[in-house]
């Protein structure tokens, strides 16, 4: 089992819909998820960080949390053209000394 | 901006070559990460550095090395390249529990 898995392929929104990523992970401990934008050729950005249950929410990104089921996702509301990236999902798991476990990342394309 | 800064931006080498990159980040980042990023995969973990000793390490061979400097910047070594070393190279920097910053990341070519 992956430690951390993002099984959808690539997302084709219209501009102005929402995008919905999801992510699960493997060690139940785990305190600290990220969601990380990379544009094509360039180095991934942090956008969001969450660490408790539920919703947070940052401008047009809302980050979701669920420890019980496992599940991260994240939701980009009024989709841009320059949302159009892959956003990789991070997790610190329990045991790791610091060290940040990605999924393989999902690509979304911005349709204007 | 990130404040890390890593260098060269890209190299190419050849088979069982050695390479050295580098990362530098804004004073007070004690803790540095280094990252290989395969085409079309995640991030993968390689090691990490907090005041200059290394602090766990992932899944690579001993080729794999590491230093940090008093002044908190780092360096990745490989030894004896090999073509599936082709990737980009991540270094993370991190103050306390802060979440993990990039640089803009080494591209790493072996023909």
């Known amino acids: 089992q992956k430690e951390v898995e993002q099984n959808s392929g690539p997302l084709s929104v219209p501009e102005g819909a929402i995008a919905s990523l999801n992510c699960t992970y493997s060690?139940?401990?785990?305190?600290?998820f990220f969601w990380y934008r990379q544009y094509s050729g360039k180095s991934p950005e942090l956008i969001m960080s969450?660490?408790?249950?539920g919703d947070k929410e940052d401008g047009r990104f809302t980050a979701q949390l669920n420890k019980a089921s496992q599940y991260v996702s994240l939701l980009i509301r009024d989709s841009q053209p320059s949302d159009s990236a892959t956003y990789l999902c991070?997790?610190?798991?329990?045991?790791?000394?610091?060290?940040?476990?990605f999924g393989k990342g999902n690509q979304v394309v911005v349709i204007p | 901006e990130t404040g890390v800064t890593q260098s060269p931006t890209h190299l190419i080498k050849t088979r069982g070559q050695q390479v050295t990159l580098r990362c530098s980040s804004q004073?007070?980042?004690?803790?540095v990460s280094w990252y290989q990023q395969a085409l079309g995969q995640g991030p993968q973990f390689i090691f990490q550095?907090?005041?200059?000793?290394?602090?766990g390490r992932g899944n690579f061979p001993p080729r794999f090395s590491g230093l940090q400097f008093p002044n908190y910047s780092s360096e990745l070594n490989v030894n004896a390249l090999e073509l599936d070393d082709s990737a980009l190279y991540l270094c993370?920097?991190?103050?306390?529990?802060?979440?993990?910053?990039f640089g803009d990341g080494t591209r790493l070519s072996i023909l």
């Open positions: 991070a997790v610190l798991p329990y045991y790791g000394n610091n060290r940040l476990a």
């Open positions: 060690d139940r401990g785990s305190q600290s």
């Open positions: 969450i660490y408790s249950n």
């Open positions: 004073s007070g980042h004690n803790t």
């Open positions: 550095y907090y005041r200059e000793e290394e602090n």
């Open positions: 993370a920097t991190q103050e306390g529990n802060q979440p993990q910053h």
